[in-house]
């Protein structure tokens, strides 16, 4: 498995310490000896890389993880990146997008998020309108699932509706947590994946180092179900792990998440 660290942050001054999460995380990840699956960790055993982005150069840093990304998915079963805040996915998935098109291929991009990220972008898209830019820039909306979202603008829910973007709530998952996990792989059929979580798609009270704290998320015992049951799709490519802020963590509850959910893509 290929790990890359992306330290990048887009977030007009919001996001500060998520560029921290990376190193973070993978020094939790010493701590976790084995996933759920049983099967043993070790770090030394996969290969690390970091982009060395330049976060007071937005559009320069942009650009290179799009580069870089697209490299990845040319040379690279799977990848994962661990972010960052939420701007990361816009060029990370931007790669994924054109690299599916040249290879003839379906892209599929599975996002879990408290925030549908559907703002109108500027022209270096925050961790607020990457998605909405992502389909702006031709990523097939019809191909997109949001998971967990449970705060939305009324801007966002226009275009949600306008693009025929589907989206399952959280009570979906209440009501039947197999079988919403069975709506999310029938989704995927046939398409190559990308799965983006941000952290914040879990509640609070499991996953407070984060900025935009939502309170009725899944618990960190559901979210790792979920996982497991997604990482058994064959053609996932890539999966980011982003919006961690170690900076705003309580004793280091999230970092160590992060670490464990890293262990069940194995």
């Known amino acids: 498995m290929y790990i890359v660290k ?6 007009l001054g919001k996001t500060i310490g998520c560029e921290k999460a990376g190193n973070a995380v993978l020094e939790a990840f010493r701590d976790v000896h084995s996933n759920e699956q049983g099967i043993p960790l070790n770090l030394s055993l996969f290969d690390l890389e970091e982009m060395h982005v330049d976060n007071s150069n937005i559009e320069i840093s942009t650009d290179l993880i799009y580069k870089n990304s697209l490299k990845m998915f040319e040379t690279q079963p799977k990848t994962i990146f661990l972010g960052g805040d939420h701007s990361v996915s816009y060029s990370t998935c931007k790669a994924f997008l054109d690299h599916c098109k040249a290879k003839e291929k379906f892209p599929c991009l599975v996002v879990f998020d408290a925030h549908a990220d559907c703002m109108a972008p500027m022209k270096e898209p925050t961790h607020e309108e990457w998605l909405r830019a992502l389909v702006e820039s031709g990523f097939p909306s019809e191909n997109i699932l949001l998971v967990g979202v449970r705060n939305i603008w009324k801007d966002e829910i226009v275009f949600l509706k306008q693009n025929n973007i589907r989206h399952i709530k959280m009570n979906q998952f209440l009501d039947n947590l197999e079988d ?24 609070p009270a499991f996953a407070p180092g984060t900025g935009y704290l939502e309170a009725g998320g899944l618990s960190s015992r559901q979210f790792l179900y979920v996982i497991q049951r997604i990482n058994k799709i064959k053609n ?28 069940e893509l194995v």
């Open 180 to 203: 919403t996990c069975d709506i999310i792989m029938e989704f995927t059929k046939g398409k190559e994946i990308y799965v983006s979580i941000d952290i914040d798609v879990i509640d």
């Open 236 to 263: 996932i490519r890539a999966v980011d792990i982003v919006e961690i802020n170690p900076d705003k963590d309580k004793n280091n509850m999230t970092v160590k998440l992060g670490a464990k959910i890293l262990g």
């Open 6 to 11: 992306i330290p990048f942050v887009n977030g």
